[in-house]
C-alpha cells in the first residue's frame, strides 16, 4: 500500500514564508511522478495550483511555486497572505494499475 | 469557461447501486482524459478513477476496483460512474476533474453520496 506523507499542519505569519514537503513511501520523489498540488478552502472544491512539479496553472498566483527538495516534492509560499489559509493537498503519479495518489494533506493556518 | 457539473448523489442503502454523471462544458470534451475523485466528510482527497479520451483505458483505485464503472459518452460531453455494491466507508463527496494542461484542473462542485440503512 503506497503512502504519500504530507505535514499535518503548518502555521505561518503573514508575509512570511513556508515551505510544505510530500514524501512517498515507495523512495525518492522524482519529476517521474508528476507532483501536483491543489488548495482547498473549508466548504469549497479543491483548486489545482501545480502540476509537473513546477508547472503554474493560468490562475495560480506568482507567491506560488513548486520544487523538489531533497527525497521530497515541495510547494513554497512566499509573502504569505491571509486568504492562502486552507488545506493543501499534494498528488503523485504512481503509474501501471495504482495511478494517482493523494498525500493526507498539510492544513496551514496564516496566524 | 470550463465547467463541470456533477449529478445524481443521494441517499442509498448498503450494496445498493448509483450512477453519478458529470457533465462538461468549454472545452472539447472528446480529447482529454477525466475523472472521479472522491472525499469522505472531514477527510483528505481520494483518487477513484480515471478514463482515456476514447475509453479504452481505464485505471480504478483498489478500492472500488469490481464495483465501479467509470465511463463516458463523448457525443453528450458526459463523464459517468456506476456505483454497485455500495459501502458505508464509500460515503464521500465526489468530484469529477479534467486533465487539459496539467493533472485535475478543472473541478466540479461535487455531488454527496450517502450510504446507510
Known amino acids: 500500500q503506497t503512502v504519500v506523507t504530507q505535514e499535518p499542519s503548518l502555521t505561518v505569519s503573514p508575509g512570511g514564508t513556508v515551505t510544505l514537503t510530500c514524501a512517498s513511501s515507495?523512495?525518492?520523489?522524482?519529476?517521474?511522478?508528476?507532483p501536483n498540488w491543489f488548495q482547498q478552502r473549508p466548504g469549497q472544491a479543491p483548486r489545482a495550483l501545480i502540476y509537473?512539479?513546477?508547472n503554474k496553472h493560468s490562475w495560480t498566483p506568482a507567491r506560488f511555486s513548486g520544487s523538489l527538495l531533497g527525497d521530497k516534492a515541495a510547494l513554497t509560499l512566499s509573502g504569505v497572505q491571509p486568504e492562502d489559509e486552507a488545506e493543501y493537498y499534494c498528488l503523485l503519479y504512481y503509474g501501471g494499475a495504482q495511478n494517482w495518489v493523494f498525500g493526507g494533506g498539510t492544513k496551514l493556518t496564516v496566524l | 469557461e470550463v465547467q463541470l457539473m456533477e449529478s445524481g448523489g443521494g441517499l442509498v442503502q448498503p450494496g445498493g447501486s448509483l450512477r453519478l454523471s458529470c457533465a462538461a462544458s468549454?472545452?472539447?470534451?472528446?480529447?482529454?482524459?477525466m475523472n472521479w475523485v472522491r472525499q469522505a466528510p472531514g477527510q483528505g482527497l481520494e483518487w477513484v478513477a480515471n478514463?482515456?479520451?476514447?475509453?479504452?483505458?481505464?485505471y480504478y483505485v483498489d478500492s472500488v476496483k469490481g464495483r465501479f464503472t467509470i465511463s463516458r459518452d463523448n457525443a453528450k460531453n458526459s463523464l459517468f460512474l456506476q456505483m454497485n455494491s455500495l459501502r458505508a466507508e464509500d460515503t464521500a463527496v465526489y468530484y469529477c476533474?479534467?486533465?487539459?494542461?496539467?493533472?485535475?484542473?478543472?473541478w466540479g462542485q461535487g455531488t454527496l453520496v450517502t450510504v446507510s440503512s
Open positions: 476533474a479534467s486533465t487539459l494542461n496539467g493533472e485535475l484542473d478543472y
Open positions: 515507495t523512495g525518492p520523489v522524482t519529476s517521474g511522478y508528476y
Open positions: 478514463i482515456k479520451q476514447d475509453g479504452g483505458e481505464k
Open positions: 509537473s512539479t513546477s
Open positions: 468549454g472545452f472539447t470534451f472528446g480529447s482529454y482524459r
